[in-house]
Each structure stands twice: as C-alpha cells, then as structure tokens.
C-alpha cells in the first residue's frame, strides 16, 4: 500500500496581508497529480486544514475543490484537526463523508477507532489522533483530578491516546498500522510560522511515546524533517513566513508492505509563487537587474538607506508587485546608554517631540513651521489638562 503524508494545509492563511488562496488551491490541487503518478492509495493530512477555527466560506470552498480532486484521482483521504482547526468544526458530516471516502477523525473518544485500508497482504488500520489541548483531552482520556499537574502535559494526553492505540492494535493480529498526530516531537526544528502550542503543558514530546506502529505522520512543524525512518514531519505544502524563503517543500510517499515500513521517499512540491528576502537602498533595489527574479515573487524589503525613504511601497511595488512586507533598517545608531528617565531630565516637551520628529525621519528634524505647529498642540494640550 502507498500513502501520501501531508499536513499543515492551513487554508485561509495570509501573507503579511497578502490573500495565499489560489496559491494554497494551486498547490494542494497538485497532489491529485501526485496520486496518479505515483499510484498512491491513501492521502493522509495530520492537522492544521484550515488556519483558524471558524475558516472562510471561500477557504471551505478550496478544501472541498482539493478533496474532490484527490478522491477523484482514486485516493481515500484521512484528515485530523490540527490546533488551528476546530475539531468539532470540522468534524461535522463525517459520517456521511465517510461513504464518499473522506475520513475525519476529529473526536477524542473515537481515537482508537482507525480506518480501515486493505491491500494484497492484509489490513492496514489508520488512527487519526485530533489535537489534543492537555486541559481537555486530559477529562476525555480519563486522567488525573485537578491538581495533577503530570496529566496536564502534551505528553501524558498523547501516552493515554497512544497506549488506546495500541490496545486496539494488539486485537488486530498481523494489521499494519498508521497514526497521524499533530505534535512537537523532541528532535524537530521549528520555523517562525508555527503557533506556540506549549499553553496548558509541556510543548515537547519524546519520540518514544509513538512507539509500537508502523509509520507516525507527523503535523505541526512546518519543515519537513525525519525524526526516525517511521517518524516523520511532512511539512507545510507552501512557505509562511519569509524565515522560509528558499526552502524546499514535500510531501512523503510511504509503503508499506506485509512486514510493516517498506520505504519513504519525499515528491517535491512546485512554489506558486516563491518568497524573496531583498536589503539594500531603494535606489539601488529598484535599479540593480540582479533582482529581476524576484519581480514575480512575495517579497519582503530591508530598506538601509541613511534617511528613511518617502512612500517607499509605492515605489517597491513599481518593479515588485507582491511586495508585502517593508521595514527601514537604515539611519541608526548605537545608543547612548542613559535610561529613559536620564534622557528626558531637564529637556522640554517640544525638545522631546522633535527629537521624536527626527527619529522616525532617519535624522531630518522638523522644520520652524512644523516646530511652531507642535508648540500650539503641546500648549492646546496643557491647557486641556489644567481644567480637568
């Protein structure tokens, strides 16, 4: 049996305010062709669908186009709720979905209920672990009273689902097994565009907890990565956050054959639209042909010009049209060492507010009319002070 490991879809999700749907559907549309080619039996997504709880009904509208896809390219799809997702959310109709081949597995109390995939050698049981918040799961899963603080990590909720797992494997004579979990494994790197999920527990996961099954699909971490040869992060199908400009994206076919783990192999994935990381002035960002490559690309800008530019997006998005992201970097220095009390003593308000003035314009001060203009306001607002 072959399978398709992705994860960490996160549809709706946006770029510096950039809308990345027709990029996600582009992409996620892909696999459908992946599942042709390489004749793939099974797409298993191990959480984070959506980027938010309560998605979009145009995010909705792409996953139900991508699962259309991939069921009609002849795979049977098993998803899990990630910690952006709403477990309840997306679990609705998963009863009736079940029949078209679409498995959601997004209740606690049915973890160690797998699907159910065969093949030429026998059973293969597929469980799909939702995301379990240690402060709720811990109830579901029947662990610890109120001041057991061991059973409020992610570990002691991922032990109990693990060990329901393999209490309704050992039942499943010669049955090789699958578990999709959405998780921070010890042993993995993060990027900068995965959402903290230490809140209400220990963040880290041993490897160990999963072990006694054939192959873990691991969701979460965005790049894709191995732990071990069965334990393993797909990644995000597309880029975030501009720390992952220049990474490559993947998907993992994994075999399985009748003693268990076969192989795993990555299919790299196409970049609709590539990040581009620029720094330089803006006169020479806009001029310089070497960065002609990145005119089509989501860019982000260092500006190190001495005195902060005027309109400086405008101008960017002249040549880079999907410039999303800007930041001046230029006309600074080290500081004087003084605490703020020791800076202000003995200096005016309207000193302090030119001083201010000068700052945010890269070291031009404000003009004698603009000097004039915020002596009136300071003294407006002095007086508005005396009458309270």
């Known amino acids: 049996m072959r399978l398709l490991h992705t994860s960490d879809w996160h549809i709706g999700r946006s770029l510096h305010g950039a809308d990345l749907l027709a990029e996600q559907e582009a992409v996620l549309s892909g696999l459908a062709g992946v599942v042709t080619a390489e004749g793939v039996d099974a797409v298993v997504v191990a959480g984070d669908v959506y980027d938010r709880a309560v998605p979009s009904a145009d995010a909705q509208a792409v996953l139900d186009r991508v699962v259309e896809r991939l069921l009609g390219a002849g795979a049977t799809v098993v998803l899990t709720p990630g910690n952006h997702d709403s477990a309840r959310r997306l679990g609705t109709f998963s009863g009736l979905l079940t029949k078209a081949g679409l498995h959601v597995r997004a209740a606690t109390s049915r973890l160690d209920e797998p699907v159910l995939l065969a093949d030429a050698h026998g059973e293969v049981a597929v469980y799909g672990l939702p995301y379990l918040e240690p402060e709720i799961a811990r109830h579901e899963l029947g662990l610890g009273g109120r001041g057991d603080d061991a059973a409020r990590s992610h570990e002691a909720v991922l032990r109990a689902a693990m060990d329901r797992v393999r209490a309704d494997l050992f039942l499943r004579s010669g049955a090789r097994s699958v578990v999709l979990a959405h998780a921070f494994v010890g042993g993995g790197v993060a990027s900068d565009s995965e959402r903290d999920i230490c809140v209400g527990g220990v963040e880290v996961v041993p490897a160990a907890v999963f072990d006694g099954v054939d192959y873990v699909a691991l969701g979460h971490l965005h790049r894709p990565q191995s732990l071990t040869d069965r334990l393993r992060y797909s990644g995000s199908p597309m880029a975030y956050s501009f720390g992952e400009a220049g990474q490559g994206k993947q998907v993992w076919l994994v075999d399985l054959d009748?003693?268990?783990?076969?192989?795993?192999?990555?299919?790299?994935?196409?970049?609709?639209?590539?990040?581009?990381?620029?720094?330089?002035?803006?006169?020479?960002?806009?001029?310089?042909?070497?960065?002609?490559?990145?005119?089509?690309?989501?860019?982000?800008?260092?500006?190190?010009?001495?005195?902060?530019?005027?309109?400086p997006m405008r101008k960017l998005r002249a040549r880079f049209a999907h410039c999303v992201h800007l930041e001046w970097t230029g006309g600074g220095g080290a500081g004087d060492g003084r605490s703020y009390q020791e800076r202000l003593r003995g200096r005016d308000d309207l000193d302090v507010v030119g001083e201010f003035v000068a700052h945010v314009r890269g070291g031009v001060g404000a003009t004698e009319a603009e000097r004039d203009l915020l002596a009136r306001a300071l003294g407006a607002a002095a007086r508005e002070e005396l009458t309270r």
């Open 258 to 311: 009748t003693a268990g783990l076969a192989g795993v192999r990555p299919v790299h994935l196409p970049a609709p639209r590539p990040l581009a990381v620029l720094t330089g002035t803006l006169d020479d960002l806009l001029a310089d042909p070497a960065h002609a490559s990145a005119e089509d690309a989501f860019v982000s800008v260092r500006l190190t010009d001495d005195v902060r530019p005027a309109d």
